[in-house]
């Protein structure tokens, strides 16, 4: 069982347990705190090391993780689009737009 600061990880909060894994900000080349990318492909529910392990300088990292999609919610989208497509799927399940006296 992993340990954290002497308490086993199932005893410690879940928002500490993220702090201690994910640190938002990382020492930047001047010595300036700046934001992590490791953070910002937490955030967007990628793998670690999806992005941050690619041999990227640090301000193309955080443009590629900022012009990306994120997954769940592509994939949200597509399923939608999917079960309007076949006719499966009213789009008052949905609450589409334009739909407010359904």
């Known amino acids: 069982m992993a340990r954290l600061g002497g308490h086993s990880t ?3 909060p879940r928002r500490i347990r993220i702090q201690a894994a994910l640190r ?3 020492q ?3 010595g300036q705190a700046r934001l ?3 953070l910002s492909e937490w955030l967007m529910g990628l793998p ?3 992005v941050t392990d690619l041999d990227l300088p640090y301000s193309a990292k955080h443009r590629v993780l900022g012009n990306g999609v994120v997954p769940q919610q592509a994939t949200a989208v597509l399923r939608l689009l999917v079960d309007i497509a ?3 799927v ?3 399940v949905y609450d589409l737009p334009g739909n ?3």
């Open 24 to 26: 938002p900000t990382e």
């Open 86 to 88: 076949v006719g499966g």
């Open 28 to 30: 930047g080349t001047r």
């Open 10 to 12: 199932t005893s410690v």
């Open 36 to 38: 992590s990318p490791l």
């Open 100 to 102: 407010e006296n359904a």
């Open 48 to 50: 670690k090391g999806f």
């Open 90 to 92: 009213t789009d008052s």
